[in-house]
């Protein structure tokens, strides 16, 4: 959804509501089944190691503080990701304020994750899914792991796609970058 000016509480309130019974914009469950015609993105950063890290990583994740200070999450629940919840990223690029909404489709803990997968809904600008998941390796150390099965959906940004890419590739950086501030 594209807007002119920074959207109010109100207004992304009342679009997360309507929201609530949208469709996903593609049809299989990409991260299980695979995506053709989907870009495959996989970015792993570790954030060091330790019981202490875990808990506070893992935390971090479930407060939304994984998303990069440019970009506002917009939900209805204050905190978490339980499988139905609508959420979105609102942000401004290019002189528009874009409101990408989503499906938290699942969980993804064990004793050596913790995470979600959500999926795009038809307003967003992308089409996709997207895990974030904390994971505990085997020696102790503890990585942040996003990964994404995306594709353009909204004509600007198939038109702007090198920019798109960019932006995607921004946010990734500076969601690690946030990341390893939990975890200093």
């Known amino acids: 959804m594209l807007m002119l000016r920074k959207p109010s509480s109100e207004q992304l309130h009342g679009a997360l509501e309507l929201w609530k019974d949208a469709p996903l914009s593609y049809q299989a469950r990409l991260l299980e089944k695979g995506g053709h015609g989907f870009i495959v ?22 407060m939304w503080r994984m998303f990069p200070e440019w970009a ?21 690029i290019g002189g528009l304020w874009w409101v990408n909404p989503c499906r938290i489709l699942r969980r993804c803990d064990s004793e050596r994750t913790h995470g979600f997968v959500y999926g795009t809904l ?37 038109l702007a796609f090198p920019l798109a890419r960019w932006w995607q590739c921004r946010f990734v950086r500076d969601s690690q970058v946030r990341m390893k501030e939990v975890a200093a």
């Open 122 to 158: 038809p307003e967003h600008a992308e089409c996709g899914e997207e895990m974030f998941c904390m994971e505990k390796r085997a020696d102790g150390s503890v990585w942040y792991v996003i990964r994404a099965f995306s594709r353009p959906r909204h004509w600007m940004t198939w």
């Open 72 to 92: 506002e999450v917009a939900r209805l629940e204050i905190k978490g990701q339980e499988p139905g919840q609508i959420v979105a990223m609102v942000t401004r």
């Open 41 to 62: 993105d996989e970015h792993a950063v570790r954030l060091g190691s330790g019981e202490e890290v875990w808990r506070a990583t893992c935390e971090a994740l479930d």
